[in-house]
């Protein structure tokens, strides 16, 4: 192998006198080569693949304008979806509050209704109480003018006891009972 002061040598061997860079003939037409190779190939990249880039970036563009569009939309329907949403919500809480206070007016006319069914039956208890009593009372007075005249009949025979005969005690009995009656009455 060859030692780097050996390179060095060789290399500086190869340069005219004291130039580090020739411009001669071969360098300038060497370079001239390379450019127009690189304005070829420029060229032909350029002619190739610039077309099909520009096409593929716009169609790439288009389709993010799409997929924008398309979410903007979406966006748009999603905000009335929920606009309608909150509206559904609002119309459930009016039909909400209307059904509660038809079932509280509801509750409170049957709780009228059975208040009123109740005095009314409590009333026709009474009224039936009443009538029971007064019958009741009735029924005492006819028992009590029954024992008085059984109480009277039986106290009058014995004061009356043997003198009378039996065609005036039944006399003096029917007038007796008359008499009773009359008083019981006016009672």
């Known amino acids: 192998m060859m030692s780097v002061h050996t390179l060095v040598t060789v290399a500086a061997s190869s340069v005219p006198d004291r130039r580090v860079f020739?411009?001669?003939?071969?360098t300038l037409l060497s370079t001239a080569v390379h450019m127009v190779n690189f304005l070829i190939l420029a060229a032909a990249i350029t002619y190739l693949l610039y077309k099909p880039v520009r096409q593929y970036l716009q169609n790439r563009n288009e389709m993010i304008e799409q997929q924008f569009s398309s979410a903007r939309s979406d966006l748009v329907e999603a905000e009335a979806a929920r606009l309608r949403?909150?509206?559904?919500?609002k119309d459930l809480e009016i039909e909400k509050g209307e059904i509660l206070y038809r079932a509280?007016?509801?509750a409170?006319?049957?709780?009228?209704?059975?208040?009123a069914d109740a005095k009314a039956e409590a009333d026709a208890i009474r009224e039936s109480a009443a009538k029971e009593v007064e019958?009741?009372?009735?029924?005492?007075?006819?028992?009590?003018?029954?024992?008085?005249?059984?109480?009277?009949?039986?106290?009058?025979?014995?004061l009356i006891g043997?003198?009378?005969?039996?065609?005036?005690?039944?006399?003096?009995f029917t007038e007796a009972v008359d008499e009773l009656e009359s008083i019981l009455w006016e009672i």
């Not at 020739?22 to 071969?26: G, P, R, V």
């Not at 029924?139 to 106290?155: F, P």
């Not at 043997?162 to 003096?172: F, K, V």
């Open 22 to 26: 020739s411009l001669d003939m071969q």
């Open 85 to 89: 949403y909150e509206q559904s919500l």
């Open 104 to 106: 509280h007016k509801l």
């Open 108 to 115: 409170e006319e049957e709780s009228e209704q059975i208040i």
């Open 135 to 158: 019958y009741l009372a009735e029924r005492a007075r006819d028992q009590a003018k029954l024992i008085i005249l059984e109480v009277s009949t039986a106290m009058a025979g014995k």
């Open 162 to 172: 043997a003198t009378i005969d039996q065609e005036i005690h039944d006399r003096l």
